[in-house]
Each structure stands twice: as structure tokens, then as C-alpha cells.
Nanobody, 112 residues
Framework: QLVESGGGLVQPGGSLRLSCAASRSIFSRNPMGWYRQAPGKQRQLVATITSGGRTTYRDFVKGRFTISEDNAKNTVYLQMNRLKVEDTAVYYC????????WGQGTQVTVSS
């Protein structure tokens, strides 16, 4: 199971922190990642994190987003700063490569 939360409406330049509670069976599928899907576009990987804390970011979020995790809580976070209109999407978490089943995602809308 994957349960994402924390999305919302924010102005350009604002911040949001997303959370994802994962079942242990998925969380243990190292690494974990955040993905997003904008309207009319394919789902894309945003960032990943290994159990050892090693992170990777796509260029379009590098320097603005930070992925982290709490192993004790089986929870992955995505701190999003300096948000842009083009960050508007439904955000999902999953393992990387992705487990076949996805959560409902959390909507992030960046608009003035």
C-alpha cells in the first residue's frame, strides 16, 4: 500500500512537503522514489533515495526539491521549494523500479 498526502494549491515560489506512507513490503524495495504526472503527460520519475540515504534528482527539480525518508515509519518525504507552475501534477511515491500497484497520489497545483 502507498498513501500520499500533503499536496495543495500554492503560489509560484512557494513550498510544500509531501509524505508517503508505504507498506513494509514496498518500502523495503530499495530505493524509493517520487514520481509525478501532469495532465496529458506520462508519469515521470522525480527523485529517488536508497536506504543508505543516497539521493538522485531529475534536472528539472535539482536544487529545489529534497527527498528524505524515515525508515522507522516506512515513510518517504518530498520537500518542494521554489515551486513553479510547471511543477503542477499529481505526485506519487513508489519503489524504483515501480511496484505494479500505485497509490491515489496527491495533487500539487502551482498557480497565482
Amino acid at each position: 500500500q502507498l498513501v500520499e498526502s500533503g499536496g495543495g494549491l500554492v503560489q509560484p515560489g512557494g513550498s510544500l512537503r509531501l509524505s508517503c506512507a508505504a507498506s513494509r513490503s514496498i518500502f523495503s524495495r530499495n530505493p524509493m522514489g517520487w514520481y509525478r504526472q501532469a495532465p496529458g503527460k506520462q508519469r515521470q520519475l522525480v527523485a529517488t533515495i536508497t536506504s543508505g540515504g543516497r539521493t538522485t534528482y531529475r534536472d528539472f527539480v535539482k536544487g529545489r526539491f529534497t527527498i528524505s525518508e524515515d525508515n522507522a515509519k516506512n515513510t518517504v518525504y518530498l520537500q518542494m521549494n521554489r515551486l513553479k507552475v510547471e511543477d503542477t501534477a499529481v505526485y506519487y511515491c513508489n519503489s524504483f523500479p515501480a511496484f505494479p500497484s500505485w497509490g491515489q497520489g496527491t495533487q500539487v497545483t502551482v498557480s497565482s
